[in-house]
């Protein structure tokens, strides 16, 4: 099959084009989609393309984009609404939990909500500590949306394109360090299913979970330990709703150690929730204690250096892996 | 928190020492990789580090005492705080003989701790005190589960294959058993063959030439931990071993001009020896042979991928032990003859630290300083081969134009272990070091 090496940002175009020519119920609407193509240009073109109808420039208005969606949901279309960037999500955090999330269930079912709220997230580049988050644990904590979460190029096309075409309402975050990155993409169509996770590198020494960039840094990671003759297995679960634990149990009862690796927050977090799976599924499969690799309890720094430091890298998954060995 | 400070691993097979002394005192402040203790190892005085930081709690055992590897060996925690009482040893099956039980029985933690782990097995060390049942609600190690500190994969494996938890050796953190211990747990009382024992000083048996000799003209003399040491290993090597011998002559006429040039004008610290060399060129020729690079196990054969060469030295007091140069094929020269320098003198100081001996993967034995024309060595344990280098050797050669002519020769013999290798490669290794000693200049790359 062939490829072609695409930055994610152009993959994910490539995405919401494909669906919007499929389907014409598809549109997208946000903050300086349109004209402006982007706050970080993923819907290059698609205005000129697709036209002011279906390609909206908004207000700027979380709660009004978040709730419009979910209107146009409910009504027949089928919105892929961007927030700009996650840490924007908050404003809309009613429309997103109480309406898109709930209002299957509260209608018993006579009304779908399929939307896809798209989000910029990550840390880094001295955003300070207001518009430095990766909330994503927060939306998954609830049930009814999904939560896509890709670590690359190829992997983002997939699941977008799934997530515009599920009936549910799906929160798809988008890490801002990772939109340059390059990875194969194949020229012909393809659709990677929800809430399936990926084994992205294998090892019979020590299982790491992650997501996002968490998946870069453990690949580094990997690198490095392996010249100690340390063999990770690295388990990308692309979806944090819903949670794909089959292949981390399975690699868990092969290695029986295991290190989180989130970008986010420690307390209460995604490696709280691996972790704590993991000891009521596999306890009897345990060696070591479960390690958790985070960003570290605090608002993030704003000076360079400190926030670096502030934030998970390879050294780190390095010396968590080894604590586990 | 107090944390058990742990007996370090002393090198390859060691499984205990006699404690000669305790450098720090209770009370005293360590940090990490502070040394805490001289420790007699079958080969050598060895010193031990703390790995972790804080005061010393309280230190077990009196100079004289043996101190098993993997064993509770004192604790560390924050300045007055106290010790866990009853300071169980992980490996409860084997209390350290030398010392008399100094639990205070008023504590009665030691009994707990015995009749917990018991699990049926019988304690260890049962003290007087009647116990009543509150005693095992008392602080320690005997909190955990069955008596033992265990992950709960290893306890699984033990319970499967109905492993007595209480007599495996913990090398986790803290003395925590894996599942490596579990699964590498032999009964000791199985009756293996001698080998099997080799690393217990004294395993092998005795030969029995009849009573033993006495009266003016003999000397009798105790046995050195050393000595018991190398004869069980060297025992186990001939008894278990099918060594095979390749011996090739070597022209070192290059090889040592190259050293007298590369020594010009550095000092005795830095300089190169016949010996660096050759380890270099062992090391560089085995990465061409990783079968002979590898260790024998039976039904699987490890295969190492970093290249640890066991340099053999002569000790001052008698005896032999095998510093370890590691990843002697990456390591520059220059570096290599630093660090083995460095090494042999800590070996004739008796001041040796255990990753000093630990590790090596294939030895070098070299008697060229002792004048003799070749010389055939034992392999170590698990290793696959060693080499034994005699001295350079003014010898009369017929020079490619048929004169005779004076050549610098030197004859080195291969022994190898027949169930890993064959002859062929043992010839072809040598064949590949001669080649590299006869055009040193690769040493340098």
Partial sequence: MATKNLPMREALRQALREEMQRDER?????????????????????YEEFGARRVRDTPISEMAIAGAAVGAAMAGLRPVAELMTINFAFLSLDAMINHAAKIHYMFNGQFTVPLVYRAATGWGNQATATHSHMPEPIFAHFPGMYVGVPSNAYDAKGMLKAAIRDENPVLFTETIALYPKPSPVPDEEYVLPIGKADIKRQGGDVTIVTYARGVEWSLQAADMLAKEGVEVEIVDMRWLRPLDMEPVFESFKKTNRCVVVEESLPMFSFGSEIAAQLQEAAFDYMDAPIKRVSAMDVPLPYAAEIELMALPNAQKIVDAVRGVL | MAEPIMMPNLGAGMEEGTLINWLKQVGDTVS????????????ATVEVPVEISGTILSLEGEPGATLKVGSVIGYVGQAGENAPAGEAKPAASSPPPPTPAEQPAAQGNGAASAQKSGNGAPPAAQTAAPKEPAEAEADGDSDYPAGVKASPVARKIAQDKGIDLSRVQGTGP???????????????????????????????PAPSYGPLPSGPDVEVIETSKLRSRIAARMTESKQQIPHFYVTTEIDVEAMLALRKQLNEGLDDAQKISVNDMVIKATALTLRQFPNLNSHYYGDQTVRHKRIHIGIAVALPQGGLINVVAKDADKVSLGTLAVTNKEMIARVIEGKLKPDDISGSTFTVSNMGMYDVEHFIAVINPPEAGILAIGSAMKVPVVKPDGTVGVGNHMKVTISVDHRVSDGAEGAKYLQAFKKLIETPMQLLL
């Fill in chain 1, 26 to 46: 598809v549109f997208i609407m946000g903050e300086e989609v349109g004209k402006w193509h982007g706050t970080h240009r993923v819907t290059q073109g698609l």
């Fill in chain 2, 32 to 43: 990490d990789g502070d040394v805490i203790a001289e420790v007699d190892a079958d080969k």
């Fill in chain 2, 174 to 204: 803290g003395g925590r058993i894996v599942k490596a211990d579990v699964e590498n747990y032999k009964p000791a009382a199985a009756p293996a063959p001698a080998a099997a024992q080799a690393g217990a000083p004294g395993a092998i």
